[in-house]
């Protein structure tokens, strides 16, 4: 089940946003190149071919590896 906004005249509007709630439950990975902790967010920035991009917890951006070699 997702939570809907609904307009005054019952009108879906869309997915509710709970900013709170999705920090407190936000899922944290290691990275496999280099082992820092990171996650994703299907509501930030997404590749060329559409897949999420892992994000970096302190800052927010999209996770710079240092072990890439691209």
């Not at 997702?2 to 509007?13: E, M, R, S």
């Not at 290691?30 to 991009?53: N, P």
């Amino acid at each position: 089940m997702i939570p809907l906004d609904v307009d005054p005249a019952g009108v879906i509007t869309g997915k509710h946003d709970f900013p709170v709630w999705e920090l407190q439950h936000r899922k944290y990975y290691q990275c496999r190149k280099c082992g820092k902790e990171i996650y994703f967010d299907d509501k930030a920035a997404k590749s060329k071919l559409g897949k999420m991009v892992h994000q970096d917890p302190n800052t927010g951006a999209p996770h710079q590896c240092p072990e890439d070699t691209y």
